[in-house]
Every structure is written in C-alpha cells, then in structure tokens.
C-alpha cells in the first residue's frame, strides 16, 4: 500500500522545539519534491516547507525560515522538519504531501500521496 506516515507531533511551550517525520510507505521517493503543509482548522492550509529528492533543494515560507529545517533520508524513505523556537502561530495540523515534480512548489496542484497528518500545539 502506499501512504505517507507523518509522526512527531505533540504540545510543546513556545521557544520548544520538535521535529515531525515524514516516511513513505511502498514507494521511494524518486525525483519528486516532498512538502510540508500545515492547516489550521478553519483557514487555508499553507506550504511551510519543501525539499527536492533530486537535488535536495529546499524552500521555506518567510514565517519560518531561520526556525525551521527541512531534511530527506532517501535510505530510510523519510523526510523530517525540525522546528525550533516555536510560537503559538505554529500551532496546526501538518501534512507532507509528494510532488509529482522534482521542484519545489507549495501549489497543490502537482500534488499526488498526502498524509494524514501530525497536530503541533504550541501553548504554555
């Protein structure tokens, strides 16, 4: 079957840290860019971060860039974002979700294996 399996979410107090992994399940990641979304119930959900399988490329909306790092282990199938300084506008529901093109792209379009997700709650 495949799937993508998000883990590593949980409550941290603003200033935490955590990192969220993103592994994939019965397929590699092949030439394709794999992204992080990450939606707020009740808003539109928005691309935090992205990187390239081909070149390992990354991309990062402002609001978290310096904070956030996105990293692919192409040997364990998994991509991982470590968040640092956390602040209570962090906190939602994230998704990783794998692109049909090598670039990164926080459109949804090119789109294909989504997630289902791991909640981020920053609060003290």
């Known amino acids: 079957e495949v799937q993508l399996v998000e883990s590593g979410g949980g409550l941290v107090q603003p200033g935490g840290s955590l990192t969220l992994s993103c592994a994939a399940a019965g397929f590699s990641f092949d030439d394709n860019a794999i992204v992080w979304f990450r939606q707020v119930p009740g808003k539109e959900r928005e691309g935090v971060s992205c990187i390239s399988s081909r070149d390992g490329s990354t991309y990062y909306r402002d609001s978290v860039k310096g904070r956030f790092t996105i990293s692919i282990d192409n040997a364990k199938k998994t991509v991982y974002l470590q968040m640092n300084s956390l602040n209570p506008g962090d906190t939602a529901d994230y998704y990783c979700?794998?692109?049909?093109?090598?670039?990164?792209?926080?459109?949804?379009?090119?789109?294909?294996?989504w997630g289902k997700g791991t909640r981020v709650t920053v609060s003290s």
């Open positions: 979700a794998t692109s049909i093109l090598p670039q990164c792209t926080f459109d949804d379009y090119p789109m294909d294996y």
